[in-house]
T-cell receptor
Framework: AQSVSQHNHHVILSEAASLELGCNYSYGGTVNLFWYVQYPGQHLQLLLKYFSGDPLVKGIKGFEAEFIKSKFSFNLRKPSVQWSDTAEYFCAVKHTGTASKLTFGTGTRLQVTL | GAVVSQHPSWVICKSGTSVKIECRSLDFQATTMFWYRQFPKQSLMLMATSNEGSKATYEQGVEKDKFLINHASLTLSTLTVTSAHPEDSSFYIC???????????FGPGTRLTVT
């Protein structure tokens, strides 16, 4: 069974700092990759996704992620975080043969301080 | 983006009773809906996949007789927790798949507390 690892459980950054959240998955076949964000008290929202093509994917709110197939990684980045980026971030993987079933990582709580 | 609602957002029930949670896709038709469970500081665990007009597909380890799922229409799926026990207390989240584009949209979740 596939699994998703997010190594950073809680990250604290000052505003304007750069962000990189790690995501690794354990499946060797064709996958679709996602990053979701959950702001306090709100539902999960899609930040960005990778299906195919350019491995550097740009999402909403200045986020981007790079798919490195050889490392089974899909790390999330943002050059300069804002206080409003404080949220929980989840990486998710979908095996293309699993009827849209998503496997989620454990999440990373990002806290941005002023 | 598309909107998925859940009702109720928060429910407390006594041990042994049943609780029904509704998941609705408000502006699109969802042939497939998913039910997840999220424990504190843990990931979302898929419980079951619900297809309109057919039986739900449960993940390994999920008791189908305890977590009854019904997907009677293209915009509504329900999860009924039967004979609830304190260990069923959790955050339940549904998502609905919009086939065009192929994307899942998540509901805000339902916090269930069983006393």
């Amino acid at each position: 069974a596939q699994s998703v690892s997010q190594h950073n459980h809680h990250v604290i950054l000052s505003e304007a700092a750069s962000l990189e959240l790690g995501c690794n998955y354990s499946y060797g076949g064709t996958v679709n990759l996602f990053w979701y964000v959950q702001y306090p008290g709100q539902h999960l929202q899609l930040l960005l996704k990778y299906f195919s093509g350019d491995p550097l994917v740009k999402g909403i709110k200045g986020f981007e992620a790079e798919f490195i197939k050889s490392k089974f990684s899909f790390n999330l980045r943002k050059p300069s975080v804002q206080w409003s980026d404080t949220a929980e971030y989840f990486c998710a993987v979908k095996h293309t043969g699993t009827a849209s079933k998503l496997t989620f990582g454990t999440g990373t709580r990002l806290q941005v301080t002023l | 983006g598309a909107v998925v609602s859940q009702h109720p957002s928060w429910v407390i029930c006594k041990s042994g009773t049943s609780v029904k949670i509704e998941c609705r896709s408000l502006d699109f038709q969802a042939t497939t809906m998913f039910w997840y469970r999220q424990f504190p500081k843990q990931s979302l665990m898929l419980m079951a996949t619900s297809n309109e007009g057919s039986k739900a597909t449960y993940e390994q380890g999920v008791e189908k007789d305890k977590f009854l799922i019904n997907h009677a229409s293209l915009t509504l799926s329900t999860l009924t927790v039967t004979s609830a026990h304190p260990e069923d207390s959790s955050f339940y989240i549904c998502s609905a798949r919009d086939p065009a584009p192929d994307e899942q949209y998540f509901g805000p979740g339902t916090r269930l507390t069983v006393t």
